[in-house]
């Protein structure tokens, strides 16, 4: 059975600080994904990462994927307040575009 | 990209009563899916809904109990059945569309309330 475990779950930090959420996966996958949740809100994509050593960067964010360790990585440069959100690492699982196990979600508050 | 629209937003039912959510593309899409997001927890996926036949079933899931239709290639229905208490969750429709690329979106969500 695919795991996908998510550290931390939850994080506080201050604004201007650095910091990074793992996910690490139990199985070959060749999709990972990342999503980002407002409270009561939908997922909203960040990233899809497909190859061993894809690395994407959106503004503050930046995603990496080892598929040989796997394990990916959501790093967060100088936060801001408006990053508080729960962030969501997703593995593709065979053929089938769609069939997600998603991690329990990284809780993210950023503090002034 | 693609554009859902999942009614209702929210409910508050009774238990042994079902719900009927419906999820409307604004595109062709090959793909549908539902998926369950209990309270304070990560996303399971129910079902992955085909278009001319019967729906896919994860494990832990079963027809009698989540009925999808799936009529063309725009719209599927996800029905609730019999439902109690622990059947109060968000669930959400998710795509991914035909015209390629590998994101898949997600629909706002219903959240269901179970009394």
């Known amino acids: 059975e695919l795991k996908v475990e998510q550290n931390p779950l939850f994080l506080s930090m201050q604004e201007g600080k650095n910091y990074t959420i793992y996910c690490n996966y139990s199985t070959t996958s060749d999709r990972l994904y990342w999503y980002r949740q407002d409270p009561g809100k939908s997922l909203e994509s960040l990233f899809v990462l497909l190859s061993n050593g894809a690395v994407k960067q959106e503004g503050r964010l930046m995603a990496s994927l080892d598929t040989k360790a796997r394990l990916s990585t959501l790093h967060i440069t100088a936060a801001v307040h408006d990053l508080s959100a729960t962030y969501f690492c997703a593995v593709g699982i065979g053929g089938s575009q769609g069939n997600l196990i998603f991690g329990k979600g990284t809780k993210l508050s950023v503090k002034p | 990209s693609a554009v859902i629209s999942q009614k209702p937003s929210r409910d508050i039912c009774q238990r042994g009563t079902s719900l009927t959510i419906q999820c409307q593309v604004d595109?062709?899409?090959?793909?549908m899916f539902w998926y369950r997001q209990q309270p304070g927890q990560s996303l399971t996926l129910i079902a992955t809904?085909?278009?001319?036949?019967?729906?896919?079933?994860e494990s832990g899931f079963v027809i009698d109990k989540f009925p999808i239709s799936r009529p063309n290639l725009t719209f599927s229905t996800l029905t609730v059945s019999n439902m109690s208490p622990e059947d109060s969750s968000i669930y959400l429709c998710s795509v991914v569309p035909t015209s390629g690329g590998n994101i898949q979106y997600f629909g706002a969500g219903t959240r269901l309330s179970v009394l």
């Open positions: 595109s062709q899409v090959t793909m």
């Open positions: 809904a085909n278009q001319g036949s019967e729906a896919t079933y």
